[in-house]
């Protein structure tokens, strides 16, 4: 660390800024009530925690603890209406249970508070790393509008300092998969924290995880696809790195699926994995609606045309992803009659992570059709930030440019002598 602030000290001050502001503006400006539902499950275990409370021989690092006054979420402010009666959540290991649960053990003063902030601080980090990191590879208005777009948006914003959803283990895969990019020659040294990220991740919660695992390779796919024609040599290299990244988030989400079935099943793994595909998996996905309490009825029968039209068409973060939509397509097609040099990178940096993010719109089908009050944070998964890049990208390329003539003049001049050609 000594020698990269003494090699590139003013990037440090810069990041560390970064890193500060971002914080603030997550702990600032989050909802405190935004997904209490979810985040009083790993609130429980801090309570008990705190307290000293007995909870038993449980396993799971998640559950729901009772109030003597009905209100779940007196555990929040009111400790003398606790029971020590926890409830166990299933679905997942819920390792932020239990990180949490031993921190507080410790006696960390505010606990409730000070996990959040340390939430917050953690995503501003890993958020302000991919930046770094996408400065090396595509320069610094990357990085601005990465930044930006991301420390902006309500959705992230209100994600991030939940203890439930931890979201910075949700962009810890993508800043291994830009780390890798840059150093290539590293890889091997990276590949085993690829295992750990996705592990992490899916003993924390399955949700989102097809989105967590596509962003570790999103920009080694667009990489590769353009070297593709020009350096066969690199793009192998490129498609080996990416496959045996896949292996290693493949075996960290098995690892994590495994042990989780062994703790249900109660030492058996497959009476664990047949509960969850029948209870969790088919509910989230591609269920039989009759196999399911009348609630999920819709969700089941949902298309997943149904569920992307949803999130096409409500609330601003849908509405900005399909206006984004139609503004980058229309942008790309001028770029190509102009031919600008650019437009490989960015076509495929659109496609990738226009695929990344939509991924549990597709896969977590049911689960997306029901969860509309909060999935429409995958947007922010690298789309809209890739997105507004290539529009404000373009807007400076039309007026600021020295490199390039303005796009609409390029045009207007190739559209002319094309029109003379035929005359």
């Given at each position: 660390m000594c020698k990269l602030v003494k090699k590139n000290p003013i990037s440090i001050y810069i990041l560390c800024l970064m890193i500060v502001f971002a914080t603030i503006v997550f702990w600032q400006n989050?909802?405190?009530?935004?997904?209490?539902?979810?985040?009083?499950?790993?609130?429980?275990?801090?309570?008990?925690?705190?307290?000293?409370?007995?909870?038993?021989?449980?396993?799971?690092?998640?559950?729901?603890?009772?109030?003597?006054?009905?209100?779940?979420?007196?555990?929040?402010?009111?400790?003398?209406?606790?029971?020590?009666?926890?409830?166990?959540?299933?679905?997942?290991?819920?390792?932020?249970?239990?990180?949490?649960?031993?921190?507080?053990?410790?006696?960390?003063p505010s606990p409730y508070a000070a996990f959040r902030l340390v939430c917050c601080l953690a995503l501003a980090i890993v958020l302000s790393l991919i930046c770094y990191e996408l400065n090396k590879k595509y320069g610094l208005l990357f990085a601005y509008v990465f930044f930006i777009v991301s420390i902006s948006s309500s959705w992230l914003t209100n994600f991030a300092p939940n203890l439930y959803w931890v979201p910075f283990t949700w962009f810890i895969p993508m800043l291994l998969g830009v780390i890798c990019l840059n150093n290539l020659n590293k890889r091997r040294l990276l590949y085993p924290l690829f295992f750990l990220a996705i592990f992490i991740k899916a003993a924390c919660g399955y949700e989102y995880i097809t989105v967590v695992m596509l962003s570790s390779i999103m920009f080694l796919a667009v990489e590769w696809v353009c070297a593709l024609k020009k350096d066969k040599q690199y793009s192998m290299l490129l498609f080996k790195t990416i496959f045996m990244i896949g292996i290693m988030s493949l075996l960290g989400f098995s690892v994590a699926l495994l042990?989780?079935?062994?703790?249900?099943?109660?030492?058996?793994?497959?009476?664990?994995?047949?509960?969850?595909?029948?209870?969790?998996?088919?509910?989230?996905?591609?269920?039989?609606?009759?196999?399911?309490?009348?609630?999920?009825?819709?969700?089941?029968?949902?298309?997943?045309?149904?569920?992307?039209?949803?999130?096409?068409?409500?609330?601003?973060?849908?509405?900005?992803?399909?206006?984004?939509?139609?503004?980058?397509?229309?942008?790309?097609?001028?770029?190509?009659?102009?031919?600008?040099?650019?437009?490989?990178?960015?076509?495929?940096?659109?496609?990738?992570?226009?695929?990344?993010?939509?991924?549990?719109?597709?896969?977590?089908?049911?689960?997306?059709?029901?969860?509309?009050?909060?999935?429409?944070?995958?947007?922010?998964?690298?789309?809209?930030?890739?997105?507004?890049?290539?529009?404000?990208?373009?807007?400076?390329?039309?007026?600021?440019?020295?490199?390039?003539k303005p796009l609409f003049l390029r045009l207007f001049q190739k559209l002319r002598m094309e029109a003379n050609l035929e005359i």
């Open positions: 989050s909802d405190i009530g935004f997904q209490r539902d979810s985040e009083i499950l790993v609130v429980s275990m801090v309570t008990a925690g705190r307290y000293n409370l007995d909870i038993g021989s449980r396993q799971f690092g998640m559950g729901e603890m009772a109030s003597k006054d009905g209100n779940v979420y007196s555990v929040y402010e009111t400790p003398e209406l606790f029971d020590n009666d926890i409830s166990e959540r299933t679905q997942q290991i819920g390792l932020q249970g239990w990180i949490f649960y031993y921190m507080a053990r410790l006696g960390v042990i989780n079935s062994y703790m249900l099943g109660d030492g058996n793994i497959l009476n664990g994995l047949n509960a969850i595909y029948r209870e969790d998996v088919l509910r989230r996905t591609f269920g039989s609606a009759e196999d399911f309490p009348e609630v999920f009825t819709n969700s089941l029968n949902a298309s997943i045309l149904d569920v992307l039209i949803i999130y096409f068409s409500h609330d601003y973060a849908g509405v900005l992803a399909r206006r984004l939509l139609i503004a980058v397509g229309l942008i790309l097609i001028i770029k190509k009659i102009v031919k600008c040099n650019s437009l490989q990178t960015e076509f495929w940096l659109y496609v990738f992570s226009f695929l990344t993010c939509i991924s549990w719109f597709v896969f977590g089908k049911s689960h997306s059709f029901i969860h509309i009050h909060m999935n429409y944070v995958m947007w922010y998964m690298g789309y809209i930030q890739i997105c507004v890049y290539i529009v404000v990208k373009a807007i400076m390329q039309l007026g600021f440019s020295d490199k390039c």
